[in-house]
């Protein structure tokens, strides 16, 4: 079983930046892409960016290319994202799945998901 637990969350000021970090434990595959995504509030959850295990291959929705940066930590098991120029709109539960192979844009091919992460972000 893995556990992704997230940190990094809080509350920020417009045009702030965060660096979000998801941990991984318990018994990991061998090789595991990470997502990381969000849902606010009465709005569908969004993929943000994803990462394979080599960290070579990453990927963002064209709407999300800028702003949003994935990294990972393999010696650390954590996976991050900065998220820059924060805006009020990006207000929303933050989380990180993993899924065993390579990149996915489909959240339901995520295996595994963590807890959540609250960001706020005040004008």
């Known amino acids: 079983q893995v556990q992704l637990v997230e940190s990094g969350g809080g509350l920020v000021q417009a045009g702030g930046s965060l660096r979000l970090s998801c941990a991984a434990f318990g018994r990991t595959a061998s090789s595991y892409a990470v997502g990381w995504f969000r849902q606010a509030p009465g709005k569908e959850r969004e993929l943000l960016a994803a990462?394979?295990?080599?960290?070579?291959?990453?990927y963002y929705p064209d709407s999300k290319k800028g702003r949003f940066t994935i990294s990972r930590d393999n010696a650390k098991r954590t996976v991050y994202l900065q998220v820059n120029s924060l805006k009020p709109e990006d207000t929303a539960v933050y989380y990180c799945a993993s899924r065993y192979g390579g990149v996915s844009g489909r959240d339901g091919e995520y295996d595994y998901w963590g807890q959540g992460t609250q960001v706020t972000v005040s004008s």
């Open positions: 990462i394979s295990w080599s960290g070579g291959n990453t």
